[in-house]
């Protein structure tokens, strides 16, 4: 025999005959314009002593800050990654010979003025030994689309209610809830939107300087779900 168990069962959300009740889902895509870039530089430098490296890679380091920030508000944020200076070993010999070293830094520009980033992007990829990878499009995390995006998912959850109402020759009562798809299983994931990656990977100085890159923005996909449960007048089937 299987002893009783006195845990209590979780109420079902069902109406009654006096308060039916309509579980709905409201969803929303928007596709809207993108308010930063981001782009990913990497400078490099390579010297047969470690001294001669690192000064190589400060040098063309500095060049590139100066040269971003020369674009003043364009550009939201600057930003130092990694770091690396590494001995190459000689393949043949005895011992460990060191045969060169290599040197990098990897810096990301955050751009809000996209007429500045084709500009910016070439001038860059001109440098020597510098690679540019990006840009990557996307959204503010407060962006007013999301909110625009979660209002236009609740609109759409009131509106399909109404229609199931109408349907049954009634009308909707009050709102029971409304929540966030996942909500009450774990906190919701929302990713932020981003474009495809685009790059370009230059090495080297020209004599003069390139023209600009012409960059389209990448429009960005914003998308919102909200599950709505409402009671309505009972109807007269």
């Not at 045969?99 to 070439?122: K, P, Q």
């Amino acid at each position: 025999m299987t002893a009783p168990t006195d845990t209590p069962r979780p109420a079902v959300p069902y109406g009654t005959p006096d308060a039916p009740r309509i579980a709905v889902r409201g969803e929303a895509r928007l596709e809207v314009d993108p308010e930063i870039a981001r782009i990913g530089i990497t400078v490099a430098a390579r010297g047969r002593d470690r001294r001669s490296a690192l000064d190589d890679l400060t040098r063309r380091n500095a060049t590139v800050l100066d040269l971003v920030k020369t674009y003043g508000d364009a550009v939201e944020r600057l930003e130092t990654g990694a770091f690396s200076i590494t001995p190459e070993l000689t393949k043949h010999g005895r011992g460990e010979r060191v045969r060169t070293y290599h040197g990098s830094v990897r810096v990301t520009a955050e751009l809000t003025d996209f007429t500045a980033l084709g500009e910016l992007t070439t001038r860059l990829a001109d440098l020597d030994l510098t690679h540019v990878d990006g840009p990557w499009w996307a959204l503010r995390p407060d962006s007013p689309a999301h909110r625009d995006a979660r209002k236009k998912a609740v609109h759409e959850a009131v509106q399909r209610a109404r229609e199931y109402a109408d349907a049954l020759g009634t009308t909707l009562a009050a709102l029971v809830e409304i929540a966030d798809i996942g909500a009450e299983d774990a906190p919701p994931a929302y990713p932020q939107a981003t474009g495809r990656m685009r790059s370009a990977a230059f090495a080297g100085a020209a004599e003069d300087t390139p023209a600009p890159l012409d960059l389209e923005p990448q429009r960005q996909h914003v998308h919102a779900q909200v599950n709505a449960r409402f009671t309505m007048v009972p109807p007269r089937l």
